[in-house]
């Protein structure tokens, strides 16, 4: 035994000191899991490559006909920035440092973030035209990243997650207004595209902004007051007790239910502890958005705010918190990207009308933020779904924007008379009244018309903040609204609800935004 003792001594001396060196110390040179094979680079811009390797070792990214190198800091981490590199491809990126990491077919192009809750996870084989999608879908210059890593109570270097070329075998688990707006960006520039896709279904903005960015934002205080008390209040061996006694009574009625040829209710879901939760402010963007930066985008795509629409005060915070996540996400990039939202469709099923109605309104005024934009999709609902399946749409209409407002691409008239590209549907500009009449104005409303004929989905009201359905009429591209019991209005509001009438619409066919002239609060 004596000698057996002695024999493994060094190597636990050897285990013991490599445990005390730091991080990265004799470690290969790694890479986040987004440079990889299959892998999309931004055209045009300095892109950004990192990882981590040991303390001062020489590393070394080329592709091309490009070399950059650097040495790793303290800490084992180390980064370099690529020069402007040119559409196309395949190309092989290769990192060397005592090891060497190679990374084929990487292509350049456009490279978009996608994120939101379920209408942007949405996979493709569920939307209304998949089996024509993807017989169409041998695209190998169009590739999506899709992030599987979760929440994190603290911002995490590294995701899980690897690119995929799209084909027919691989798509139907795509992002279905990801893999739509990518689609109409490769067909029309004719370059590759890169979708990073991540989104977590049911949930909120505030779990999707860093925590700094609005732990101190007064109008949030309530949100952030809610988890601190959901935090001091938890008790695991509590929580454990009632989810056993939860799952004992949903098993006694899923019998119950099997018995009967009935379907079984949905089965109760395991606690969580709050302070890792997936709903929780910082945590979405800690583990699935954090690890993305700095990788180089053209911008992002954002389809959210079901979760924040269930109450009339959380449907007002969100005029805060769109333009707050923005500004943080832009930040953290360390530039003004793009960014374009989803305004909430027509969902008859809404929880909270007032909430609805709020966050699209919050949408429609986070227009006045540089570089954003909107796709509005009044007609794509569905009243008893709250994932309509027109996904191809919604993603038309996000590259209606990026078309117009990204890449100025022509819409096919030339010379002096050329219109503007119609980047979204007919915005409220402004309005004015004259005796019993508001005349409305309208942006992006080139051939304002009214489908169907008759303008609809217009109410008016006086000083009583009573409210009357309205007639209206378009008159030299402007809407003329009034009503025969409100001799004095003094407010309009247009589609306001949670699936209202409507009927405004431009030359592109695309739907005016619902919006109000009052502030007046949600309970009156």
């Known amino acids: 035994m004596k000698s057996h003792s002695l024999h493994f001594r060094p190597f636990i001396v050897a285990a013991l000191g490599a445990a005390l060196l730091p991080l990265g110390a004799c470690a290969d040179v790694s890479l986040p899991a987004l440079f990889s094979e299959h892998m999309v680079l931004q055209r045009d811009q300095p892109a950004p490559v990192w990882g981590w390797a ?3 070792e020489e590393v070394s990214v080329s592709i091309g006909k490009q070399e950059q190198k650097t040495k790793a800091g303290a800490d084992g981490k180390w980064s370099v920035k690529l020069d402007k590199l040119s559409a196309g491809g395949p190309e092989t990126m290769t990192v060397k440092g005592k090891n060497t990491i190679t990374i084929d077919d990487v292509l350049v192009g456009e490279v978009w973030l996608c994120s939101g809750q379920s209408n942007m996870e949405f996979t493709l084989n569920r939307a209304s035209n998949f089996e024509e999608a993807k017989a169409a879908a041998a695209l190998p210059k169009i590739r999506m990243f899709t992030v599987l890593s979760g929440a994190a109570a603290e911002p995490q270097e590294k995701c899980q997650g690897k690119w995929i070329v799209a084909s027919p075998e691989t798509v139907p688990t795509f992002s279905a207004v990801a893999f739509f707006f990518g689609r109409e960006l490769n067909a029309k520039l004719g370059v590759p595209v890169g979708l990073v896709h991540s989104s977590v279904g049911g ?5 999707w902004t860093s925590w700094d960015a609005q732990k101190d934002v007064l109008e949030l205080k309530f949100i952030f007051d809610e988890w601190d008390k959901r935090i001091a209040t938890w008790n695991p061996d509590k929580a454990k007790a009632q989810f056993e006694k939860q799952k004992a009574d949903w098993q006694a009625s899923a019998d119950k239910a099997n018995a009967d040829k009935k379907p079984a209710p949905p089965s109760p879901k395991a606690p969580v502890d709050p302070k890792i939760d997936s709903h929780r402010p910082a945590n979405l963007f800690n583990g699935k958005i954090a690890p993305l930066v700095p990788y180089a985008i053209r911008g992002a795509t954002w389809y959210q705010g079901e ?11 969100f005029r805060v918190q769109l333009p707050l996540m923005i500004a943080d996400w832009r930040k953290h990039w360390g530039g003004e990207f793009p960014f374009a939202w989803v305004q909430l469709p027509d969902y008859a099923n809404a929880r909270n009308s007032e909430g609805w109605s709020l966050v699209r309104e919050a949408m429609l005024k986070s227009r006045k933020v540089p570089k954003t934009g909107m796709a509005i999709t009044l007609g794509l609902g569905e009243d008893k779904d709250i994932h309509p399946k027109k996904k191809q749409e919604v993603g038309k209409r996000l590259a209606t924007w990026a078309f117009a407002d990204v890449y100025a691409v022509a819409s096919g008239k030339k010379g002096a008379k050329a219109e503007p590209a119609i980047a979204t549907g007919p915005l409220y500009a402004s309005h004015k009244i004259n005796g019993s009449e508001v005349t409305i104005t309208f ?6 018309a009214a489908k169907g004929g008759e303008v609809k989905g217009f109410t008016i009201a006086g000083e009583d903040k009573k409210w009357k359905p309205a007639t209206a009429k378009i008159v030299k591209g402007a809407v003329v609204v009034s009503s025969s019991e409100v001799a004095k209005p003094v407010a309009v509001r247009y589609a306001w609800g949670k699936s209202p009438e409507w009927s405004l619409v431009n030359a592109a066919g695309l739907p005016a935004s619902p919006f109000r002239t009052d502030d007046w609060p949600a309970a009156e």
């Open 54 to 56: 040991e303390p001062g």
């Open 203 to 207: 949930t909120p903005i505030e779990a």
């Open 307 to 317: 979760s924040n629409a269930d109450s009339a005060e959380r449907g007002a915070a």
């Open 443 to 448: 942006t992006q409303a080139a051939g304002l």
